[in-house]
């Protein structure tokens, strides 16, 4: 069929945004971190003979992102290289979102002179990544048959950065910890800390330690401590 008889159309349908009784997408919104990858599911089973436009709307602007109609895909010029449809289910994947991005995603569905139509909403949440230090335990505190190994995380956002304890890289040994959620500072930034206790026995046993600070799926921010025989050595691998 012509294309351009089919959009003729569809089109005026999609705009009404009648869904033809079927959830085309879930009710959202979508939330997201900045950087992360997401995807845009959608509810209905897609077919492959399916043409599928997914529009992007904010304030300012409508634009179509991507369109893909089998066995083409064709994306906008602004989400070159960032940009795909799943062609087996019709899924969006935007990488490493942008503040930009925020806004109302519609896809249009084409199908036996139909049109399937929905619309959900994407929040990209701002992020600033903490700074993390460990604290090695100083040469007086192992004299000590305890001692406490302290992680900090200061300034970053939003509040939901967690830091995670590794010893010899598994997360599978527990001692005591101690964990201070976020706390609000002047610039509007977040600084969160978290501790644990060692035996100097234990201690003697550890490879290494490291604090991790994790965000949604975003790559973790890591900290290192390695124990030398001897001596102690700092590794910093950010
Ligand atoms: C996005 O969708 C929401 C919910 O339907 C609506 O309230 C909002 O006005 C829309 N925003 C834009 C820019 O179209
Ligand atoms: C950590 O790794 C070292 C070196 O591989 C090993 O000797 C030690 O028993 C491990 N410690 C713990 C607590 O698993
Ligand atoms: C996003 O996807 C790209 C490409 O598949 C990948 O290289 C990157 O590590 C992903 N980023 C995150 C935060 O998952």
């Known amino acids: 069929m012509d294309l351009f008889i089919l959009k003729s159309l569809v089109f ?9 009784g079927e959830n085309v997408l879930p009710a959202g919104p979508v939330e997201a971190y900045l950087g992360e990858n997401i995807t845009l599911k959608i509810l209905v089973a897609k077919k492959q003979e399916d043409i599928i436009i997914w529009y992007f709307k904010n304030e300012k602007e409508f634009l179509s992102v991507a369109t893909l109609k089998p066995p083409n895909l064709n994306v906008n010029d602004r989400y070159k290289g960032r940009v795909s449809i799943d062609s087996a289910n019709g899924y969006l994947t935007l990488t490493s979102v942008k503040l930009e991005d925020r806004g109302n995603y519609t896809i249009n569905i084409l199908r036996d002179l139909l049109g399937l139509t929905g619309m959900i909403k994407l929040n990209v949440a701002d992020v600033t990544p903490p700074t993390l230090t460990l604290l090695p335990p100083s040469g007086e505190e192992l004299q000590q048959e305890k001692f406490t190994l302290t992680c900090l995380a200061n300034n970053g956002l939003p509040s939901n950065w967690r830091l995670h304890w590794y010893v010899n890289t598994s997360s599978q040994i527990k001692w005591e910890e101690e964990w201070n959620p976020g706390m609000l500072q002047e610039d509007n930034l977040y600084s969160w800390s978290s501790s644990m206790t060692i035996s100097v026995d234990n201690w003697r046993k550890i490879f290494s330690v490291t604090c991790r600070a994790r965000l949604g ?22």
């Open 12 to 20: 005026p349908l999609c705009f009404i945004g009648h869904s033809v």
């Open 217 to 238: 799926s975003l790559a973790p921010l890591t900290v290192t401590l390695k124990a030398q025989p001897d001596s102690l050595d700092t590794n910093f691998n950010l």
